[in-house]
């Protein structure tokens, strides 16, 4: 079958490889959709030894079952899912509890990250990941399962923040943050503000709702504060989908003195956490900081349903799997709004 792996750091590009097959308490599924997650580059980008090599990447998946392997129970070829990309032990105290994202056993990882993933004509894997999707395009299924769950997992983090009449300030309107959107449109009654330094990224969040935008540069932090007024006041909860050290200093003196700030892009910024007597402090008084990772399989059915309502609707481009290469050098130069999905 066609597979885009990265076969060495850096590298990614369309190659033969063999049909995998499913074992005992695996599906082989068909790939209908994947997402072009920025984590990618991420993964891309990272040293020699962090990922393994060769390795299929994709770890938003959604497709068809093709044959169901030993054991498998509630699956059969042609069912529709979604894959749910974390696996974790299955046992440990946090995923006993529903909570494979903070597995204390299996590192951090999944399907298209730790293990082949979803950029091929077949991936296996274990039919405990499948979420059945009804009748939603394949092309909008699986950016539920990254894109989606991603930002619907750090908005249930900041619920109890997320009142009405509150403020809530979405920092880079890509993938995940178009979501994001749409997802707190959908689930809460707080003002959106969006903020991203791409024009076609901010006209994206209007589309999708969002009551403000700020374009990010050397006056964003006074854009921001005059929707959500001056300290100790400010926002009551930040979601930066970028991370990068530009991002966080944005987030961190926006935010409101006990607000809430979760970090959710991977672009390596840094936080400074130093409260001194005689200073203010680099971050509110009271603020919580939170690292949200993915998501749970719960809240990826949640999602599916916001979706399923038509709450949700990712705004998807496409290119054949020939192609993906050239979807992720989109991405990387900032050209891509919205989600570019690969249909091999
Ligand atoms: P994307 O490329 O689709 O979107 C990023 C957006 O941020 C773009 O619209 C871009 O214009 C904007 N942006 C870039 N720099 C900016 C700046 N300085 N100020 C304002 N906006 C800026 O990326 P994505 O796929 O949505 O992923 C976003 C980030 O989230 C990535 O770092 C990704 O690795 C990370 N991520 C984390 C998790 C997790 O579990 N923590 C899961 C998925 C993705
Ligand atoms: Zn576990």
């Known amino acids: 079958m066609r597979a885009v792996r ?15 097959e499913a074992g005992p308490g695996e599906v082989l599924l068909r790939v209908g959709a994947v997402g072009a997650c920025h984590s990618d580059l991420h993964i891309l ?45 299955g046992h440990c105290r946090a995923c006993l509890r529903g909570l494979e994202n ?3 056993v299996v590192p951090v990882g999944g399907i298209g990250i730790s293990r082949d993933g979803g950029l091929a004509e077949y991936v296996v894997v274990p039919a405990s990941r499948l979420l059945h999707v009804g009748d939603l395009d394949l092309t909008q299924a699986a950016p539920l399962t990254d894109a989606g769950l991603t930002p619907y997992h750090a908005i249930e983090l900041a619920r109890s923040a997320l009142r009405p009449g509150t403020t809530c ?19 809460t009654a707080v003002r959106i503000v969006a903020v ?49 050290e ?15 700030l979760l970090l959710v892009g991977l672009a390596g910024g840094t936080l400074p956490v130093r409260p001194v007597a005689d200073e ?30 038509g709450e949700l609707r990712a705004d998807v481009h496409t290119f054949p799997l020939d192609r993906a290469p050239e ?6 130069r900032g050209e891509i709004h919205g989600r570019a999905i690969v249909v091999p």
């Open 102 to 104: 903070q597995c204390r």
């Open 196 to 244: 991203d330094t791409n024009v076609a990224a901010l006209d994206l969040a209007t589309r999708m709702g969002a009551h403000d935008v700020v374009r990010a540069g050397p006056d964003t932090v006074d854009a921001i504060r005059a929707i959500v007024g001056p300290p100790p006041d400010g926002a009551d909860v930040v979601l930066d989908f970028v991370g990068a």
């Open 45 to 89: 980008d990272a040293a020699e030894g962090a990922f393994p090599v060769p390795l299929t990447l994709g770890h938003e998946i959604a497709g068809t079952v093709d044959t169901v392997g030993a054991a498998v129970t509630g699956w059969s070829p042609g069912d529709r899912a979604a894959v749910y990309g974390i696996i974790g032990c």
């Open 6 to 20: 990265m076969t060495a750091p850096g590298v990614l590009e369309q190659v033969d490889v063999p049909t995998p």
């Open 280 to 309: 203010p402090p680099p971050i509110p008084l009271e603020t919580s900081v939170q690292v949200p990772f993915w998501g749970t399989r719960a809240e990826l059915a949640e999602v599916v349903a916001l979706a399923r309502q």
């Open 169 to 187: 300030v979405v920092i880079g309107i890509g993938g995940l943050g178009h979501m994001a959107v749409q997802i707190l449109l959908a689930t």
């Open 327 to 332: 979807a992720y050098d989109l991405l990387r």
């Open 246 to 260: 530009p991002t966080l200093t944005t987030a961190r003196q926006v935010v409101a003195t006990g607000g809430q």
